[in-house]
């Protein structure tokens, strides 16, 4: 009796040891499934909470994931984010000094300002800086469109370089002011290359800018003191006031070269030059070197214009001094080229066909062009 009751127990352990097993294996077959599902459905996109965030217990930061700023202050960064952004986040004046910084995100801006008083960027002297998105953003990303972009006030400075690779649209865009004060620049973008959304001032610097839409743009008025510009692009500049002081600006526009707007009702439309070289090469078609939905002031400055319009507005006209060269021809009045694709001015400076001298405000005939 002894002998049965022992193999009865015996058979039940030996029954609850495969009873165990077989629920251990489907739970751990069910894990699986759960994990491979769970893969399977993540995208690349990250929401803000899912980004990786570097803590740093210092000011000098070398880069490796994304950071997020939330105090004032200097900040000097140097190295890499293979994936990965710098979030600006506070009420306080920021300076990033960037020497030698390379950042590119796959999910939005790779320098993001959602709130600050006022943000510096620094090119440290001697150093070449590359910063790039992709052509799509994260949800959480997807109203901020360049790969510098700012709500806020936004001062470019140094003597270093900075290469921006603009895959979704802009290169760099401030929602409300811009001044960059020097530094060398290479930007390609597929949208705007600079888009400012008050008033941009570049006092100087060096700016290779080829982009699909305009090279640079404000909504407010647009002021370049200084430094040498090559701009290949749909429009070269935009605003609704274009202020030229000094500087030598090259454009290769398939539309138009400079273009001054109604933006913004805060200013007068109007392309004003002081001073400078200003070389403009127009493509073939509908297209106006300088181009004005209000006046055009010319009071000092060279410029060389080449294509078939050279100047066309609404409102009045002033050639107070200064050289203006078209086709290789000098002109002592600005023609109106109010119709597109018509001759260009003749020996002499007098207007060739479809264009009118300084002063005689005509309107266009119906059908005929209208400025953006």
Known sequence: MKKIIIGIVALLIIGLCIFFAINHNNKGSN????????????TNSK?????EWDNFDSNDITLSKSIKITEGGVYNLTGTIEDGYILIDTEEEVKLVLNNVNIKNSNGPAILVTSAKLVEIELAEGTENYLEDSDTYSTDNQDYDAVIYSKDDLIISGTGSLTIKANLAKGIVSKDNL??????????????????????????GTFNIISKDDGIHADGMLEINGGTFNIESAEGLEATYIKINDGNITINA????????????????????????????????????????????????????????SFDYDGKAEFNCGTIIVNGQQITTIPNQMMG?????GQGGMPGQGEMPNGDMQ?????GRQNR
């Open 31 to 42: 894990n699986n499934n759960n994990n491979k599902s769970s893969n399977s459905s993540k």
């Open 341 to 345: 694709g018509g001759g260009m001015p």
């Open 179 to 204: 001044t960059i004060e020097d530094g060398e620049y290479k930007i390609e973008a597929v949208d705007d290359g600079i888009n400012v959304n008050d008033i941009i001032t570049i006092n100087s």
């Open 47 to 51: 929401t803000t909470e899912e980004v």
């Open 254 to 309: 398939s539309d138009d070269g400079i273009n001054a707007a109604n933006k913004s009702e805060d200013y007068t439309i109007c392309v004003e030059i002081n001073g400078g070289n200003i070389v403009i090469k127009m493509g073939q078609g509908d297209t106006d070197a300088i181009d004005s939905n209000g006046n055009i002031i010319i009071n000092d400055g060279n410029i060389n214009i080449t294509g078939q319009s």
């Open 363 to 367: 309107q266009p005939p119906r059908g």
